[in-house]
């Protein structure tokens, strides 16, 4: 049965709001899974802050194209379904990573982050990328670590500064008892 044109202007709509919110979407082949297993998914991904939709492919492109992102035709083929990440990427796609993995049925065939079309292993290394919150711990660590080092080179230089004063003090301390 055919969709009428307002039903896939609805869609266009619909996908393209989702893609204007997200941060990254991934692509991925669905065929083979149950309608429970992609509710369990669509549970799980809106925990981590995203979305999951079956996609028409044509229609998936128009609503690309309508919000400025590229359009990876490549990926756009068969059975697709979009992983949408509204929060955190990594999280979501180490979801879906982990989602296909398991299941060995799902999989993610790539996707789209900042703009640039990814691979499915381009994918597979986001998703091995740590937690935002380490990589934040750790870019902050990186910041600090420089002030730390002059802080400590200072204090070093300043410690042997007083050291060589007082030696030099007693020196003439002792040079004024003797005499």
């Given at each position: 049965?055919a969709i009428t044109?307002?039903k896939?202007?609805?869609?266009?709509a619909?996908?393209?709001?989702a893609?204007s919110?997200s941060?990254a979407?991934f692509?991925t082949?669905y065929?083979?899974?149950?309608?429970?297993d992609?509710?369990?998914?669509?549970a799980?991904?809106r925990?981590?802050?995203?979305?999951?939709?079956?996609?028409?492919?044509t229609?998936?492109q128009i609503?690309l194209?309508?919000v400025?992102l590229?359009?990876?035709?490549q990926l756009?083929?068969?059975?697709?379904a979009v992983?949408?990440?509204?929060?955190d990427?990594?999280?979501?796609?180490?979801?879906?990573?982990e989602?296909a993995?398991?299941t060995k049925v799902l999989?993610v065939?790539?996707g789209?982050v900042?703009g640039?079309?990814l691979?499915?292993?381009q994918v597979?290394?986001?998703?091995?990328?740590?937690?935002r919150?380490?990589?934040?711990?750790q870019?902050?660590?990186?910041i600090?670590?420089?002030a730390?080092?002059?802080v400590?080179?200072l204090?070093a230089?300043?410690?042997?500064?007083?050291?060589?004063?007082?030696a030099?003090a007693?020196?003439l301390e002792?040079a004024?008892?003797?005499a």
């Amino acid at each position: 049965m055919a969709i009428t044109r307002k039903k896939k202007e609805e869609l266009v709509a619909r996908y393209a709001e989702a893609l204007s919110h997200s941060k990254a979407v991934f692509i991925t082949d669905y065929r083979g899974l149950s309608v429970a297993d992609i509710q369990a998914l669509r549970a799980k991904l809106r925990e981590a802050q995203g979305g999951y939709m079956v996609v028409k492919n044509t229609l998936a492109q128009i609503a690309l194209k309508q919000v400025g992102l590229p359009v990876p035709e490549q990926l756009l083929n068969g059975p697709v379904a979009v992983g949408f990440a509204y929060n955190d990427v990594v999280a979501v796609a180490k979801l879906l990573t982990e989602y296909a993995r398991d299941t060995k049925v799902l999989q993610v065939k790539g996707g789209i982050v900042e703009g640039k079309v990814l691979d499915g292993a381009q994918v597979s290394a986001v998703a091995d990328l740590p937690p935002r919150e380490v990589l934040m711990a750790q870019l902050l660590g990186l910041i600090q670590q420089p002030a730390a080092r002059l802080v400590g080179v200072l204090n070093a230089a300043g410690g042997k500064l007083a050291a060589t004063i007082k030696a030099y003090a007693d020196k003439l301390e002792s040079a004024t008892e003797a005499a």
